[in-house]
């Protein structure tokens, strides 16, 4: 990018005019919401750096596999759990119904991993996903020639 002036396609208006952008502001905003909420959530995650790959663990006790839904859609992964649960108990001169539900959703940024060869085991309550890095490209050079 050329550094004297630099170049905001992306901003119109008073984000050109002033130097700044509202949707940065609103979306670092909002994410520092999400990162507050989603601490409060039963999904607990451990994230760890490998050379080839990312190994990522989620805590999702009491739920089933089929109702755990994994995806990766514009560089994001996103845990989403549904948890469902009725109790009928007759006892007696009463009947006792309880139900529980509740969804819980975890969203990670994952721009530099290889979305076809990503992996994802679930037992014992951890889900366990394998996201390979991708393959470093070296910098293209663009000479221009000079005339």
């Known amino acids: ?8 396609k992306w901003q119109r208006g008073l984000a050109r005019r002033w130097g700044f ?5 609103f979306d670092t905003m909002l994410q520092e919401v999400d990162d507050k909420i989603s601490s409060s959530y039963p ?10 790959e990312y190994l990522l663990e989620a805590e999702i006790p009491g739920v089933d596999k089929e109702n ?5 859609n514009d560089d994001v ?6 948890r469902k649960e009725e109790i009928n108990e007759e006892k007696e001169s009463y009947i006792r119904r309880e139900r529980r539900y509740g969804s819980f959703r975890r969203s990670f940024y994952v ?10 085991k679930f037992k014992d309550g951890l889900l366990h996903v394998k996201l ?3 393959e470093a490209i070296p910098p293209k ?7």
Not at 1 to 8: A, C, D
Not at 21 to 25: G, I, K, P, R, S
């Open 43 to 52: 999904i607990k995650v451990d994230i760890k750096e490998k050379n080839k």
């Open 111 to 120: 721009n530099d991993v290889d979305q076809e060869k990503i992996k994802a």
């Open 21 to 25: 952008n509202l949707d940065h502001m």
């Open 132 to 134: 390979p890095k991708k």
């Open 77 to 82: 992964l996103t845990i989403s759990v549904e």
């Open 141 to 147: 050079e663009n000479r221009i020639p000079i005339e």
């Open 1 to 8: 990018m050329f550094e004297v002036m630099p170049y905001r």
């Open 68 to 72: 755990i839904n994994l995806e990766i």
